[in-house]
């Protein structure tokens, strides 16, 4: 019998809350954390909004000295992680090297330290070569994101970073949870960071027009999943990172246990580079493969936390993916998209989506899909509009799909 992976930290930087109180408070009672842009001007751009956080203090987990060395990606998740570290009882201080050679890093990104990049070829553009970091090469690359966690606390396992587009998290702790059931290491710390809201970026999906444009006086408004009249999604950013460790370990250390990781999937339709295929075939796939691996059938599910990014193709498919999977007990269960609150952070999202759900598991609550004024035909399930609502939930599903014709899917159990 395969070990039993369970998840007893919770560490987050969201565009609606910093901290995991603060999340759960946001989350549950459906506030918006979309905002006008504030960290470049963007009167010159068609996009104005984005799930920034302005508030988050970057030299309160990077010295100053070296911030001008590294992503914002890097105090982001060194945020989240210290938080998830702190909540799950560790204390990595005090362990041996030995213990600290059975605890790995793998994160999940999508665009990584895009934005590094993008500032230091500004710089050399413009002239200002000596203002270009010494470490634009090392510090623009994605591989170092998860060595910064390693160094920070000493960590000597894996310390790897999964980029896979809009799953990239999902997959991140996916692979976590099957590097723990097949005995490599004990413990994992997991989860996904991204800050890809930099002019460039809004410029090339604006491009693509993948980015709504008819809400910038309204940001608060602008993430719309499932509604009729949404036309594409919000850039976000933000980190969500947990502890993974064997069952059996966090019952000997007495940790708190949020919830189980009991099945996981991935499927590709090998159909485009951006776009979806018409055919809810391989993310309805997905879904199925990961309930055989939990062993559930789907009407042990109780509630199902979606992609939902806000654009007519992606939320039209992916309803019709779930009620391919999950059949007619499909309609009977609440599900909803937290995009319409923090709006789209990328290869993190998937992270971002199991944090919303262990809160709803927790606390015995569904968290609401917002913006949702005009229910699309095709959008037909239990989306939980506005409102959040009381459910026992005790399998859950967060379900991911992204550029790359990428699915995936977790399976939760809420443990005793």
Not at 201 to 223: F, H
Not at 252 to 274: D, L, M, N
Not at 301 to 314: C, R
Request: glycine share 10%.
């Amino acid at each position: 019998m395969l070990p039993r992976v369970v998840i007893t930290g919770m560490g987050v930087v969201s565009p609606n809350g910093i901290g995991k109180e603060a999340f759960c408070r946001s989350v549950l009672a459906g506030k918006s954390g979309v905002k006008r842009l504030s960290r470049f001007d963007s009167s010159h751009l068609l996009v104005h909004i984005g799930g920034e956080i302005p508030e988050f203090d970057e030299l309160a987990w990077v010295d100053a000295r070296e911030r001008k060395h590294v992503s914002r990606v890097v105090p982001l998740c060194l945020a989240a992680t210290t938080e998830a570290v702190t909540d799950s009882g560790l204390d990595f201080a005090s362990m041996s090297v030995e213990e600290k050679r059975e605890i790995g890093i793998i994160l999940g990104t999508g665009g990584g330290a895009q934005e590094f990049s993008e500032q230091m070829y500004r710089l050399w553009h413009s002239g200002k070569e000596k203002q270009v970091s010494l470490f634009c090469i090392p510090s623009g690359t994605m591989g170092t994101i998860p060595s910064e966690i390693s160094m920070r606390f000493g960590l000597r396992g894996y310390s790897h970073v999964v980029t896979a587009g809009c799953t990239s998290s999902t997959d991140a702790l996916g692979y976590a949870y099957q590097h723990i059931q097949a005995g490599v290491q004990p413990m994992f710390v997991a989860g996904g960071v991204d800050s890809p809201i930099t002019e460039g970026i809004v410029k090339g999906y604006t491009m693509i027009r993948a980015l709504t444009q008819s809400w910038n006086d309204q940001p608060e408004r602008a993430s719309r999943p499932f509604s009729a009249d949404r036309d594409g999604f919000v850039l976000a950013e933000g980190s969500w990172m947990f502890v993974l460790e064997d069952y059996d370990h966090a019952l000997a250390r007495g940790a708190k246990i949020y919830a189980e990781i009991s099945g996981y999937a991935s499927t590709c339709e090998a159909f485009h580079r951006v776009r979806m295929s018409d055919s809810p075939e391989e993310p309805a796939r997905a879904i199925t493969l990961a309930l055989e691996e939990a062993q559930l059938a789907p009407q042990d599910i109780q509630y199902v936390s979606l992609h939902g990014t806000s654009t007519e193709m992606n939320d039209r498919v992916e309803s019709r993916a779930v009620k391919l999977a999950l059949g007619n007990h499909a309609y009977k269960i609440p599900m909803s998209g937290l995009k319409s609150q923090i709006g789209h952070a990328q290869g993190a999202c998937g992270a971002a989506s199991v944090a919303a759900t262990l809160i709803a598991m927790e606390h015995g609550q569904v968290p609401p899909t917002i913006n949702l004024d005009q229910p699309d035909p095709d959008c037909d399930l239990d989306y939980v509009p506005d409102i959040g609502r009381k459910a026992a939930i005790e399998h859950a599903i967060c379900n991911c799909v992204g550029f790359g014709s990428k699915n995936s899917a977790l399976v939760l159990r809420k443990t005793a």
